[in-house]
């Protein structure tokens, strides 16, 4: 998700003259890393990046927007199986598509992007 931010914050995505307000979303115990995320876009002095929300709220974060880039990830524990992390991650997507519904433009552009890690095992010779 940082080196996306990066990207964007610099106009590699949208373009140079384009500009953005970049609508952070995320779980309240995450709030400290968003803050963080805002400061490192302030740092970057982009001239792209109008305004930066940071909200736990999707009804907030995706208010009229015209672009959503979805990236979640449950966090994987001990003992947990990939069948549970998938089931997660659904109720996390499906919350955002109803708040998307709801407030976003109807004419919104949505990316969804899913961290799952898949260990492939090559087979013994």
């Not at 963080?36 to 208010?63: M, R, W, Y």
């Not at 992390?85 to 919350?95: M, Q, T």
Request: glycine share 6%.
């Amino acid at each position: 998700a940082y080196s996306l931010i990066q990207s964007l914050s610099k106009g590699d995505i949208f373009g140079h003259e384009q500009m953005l307000q970049l609508n952070l979303v995320d779980i309240e115990k995450c709030r400290d890393a968003l803050e963080g995320i805002a400061l490192e876009i302030e740092d970057l002095a982009s001239h792209v990046v109008s305004n930066c929300v940071i909200t736990s709220s999707p009804l907030e974060g995706f208010k009229d927007i015209d672009v959503a880039v979805l990236i979640a990830s449950m966090p994987h524990l001990k003992g947990m199986e990939r069948s549970h992390l998938l089931k997660g991650n659904v109720e996390i997507f499906k919350a955002a598509g109803v708040a998307l519904e709801k407030v976003a433009k109807k004419t919104v552009k949505v990316n969804v992007r899913l961290r799952v890690t898949i260990r492939l095992r090559r087979p013994s010779r």
